[in-house]
């Protein structure tokens, strides 16, 4: 199986830029498409930014020009990279693996067969 551990978060002001990571270990595959979704409290947890094997991004519209998905296959790690942040931006943040080959990036998080832990993002006005 493969495990994700998350890395990055903190605590910022508004405005302010964080990189998230994810390290993927056991079992991966370079041509999974990968994503990165949130919880906020008392939310349900939404998407934010996917990548396919081919490098092919896609944005949740409300992270849209902000924030970038990126992949280092030989890392075996996908970053966020999330600028102009906002406190909405709030949120406890996973990423996630389809564990299917050349497997197209997908919104819904019950199509993600692996996740990890999460790593809390806070950011204060």
């Known amino acids: 199986q493969v495990q994700l551990v998350e890395s990055g978060g903190g605590s910022v002001q508004a405005g302010d830029s964080l990189r998230l990571s994810c390290a993927a270990s056991g079992r991966t595959y370079s041509n999974y498409a990968m994503g990165w979704f949130r919880r906020a409290p008392g939310q349900e947890r939404d998407f934010v930014a996917g990548?396919?094997?081919?490098?092919?991004?896609y944005y949740a519209d409300s992270v849209k020009g902000r924030f970038t998905i990126s992949r280092d296959n030989a890392k075996n790690t996908v970053y966020l990279y999330m600028n102009s942040l906002k406190p909405e931006d709030t949120a406890v943040y996973y990423c996630?693996?389809?564990?299917?080959?050349?497997?197209?990036?997908?919104?819904?998080?019950?199509?993600?067969?692996?996740w990890g832990q999460g790593t809390q993002v806070t950011v204060s006005s």
């Open positions: 996630a693996s389809r564990a299917g080959r050349f497997a197209m990036i997908s919104v819904k998080d019950d199509e993600y067969e692996y």
């Open positions: 990548i396919n094997w081919g490098g092919i991004t």
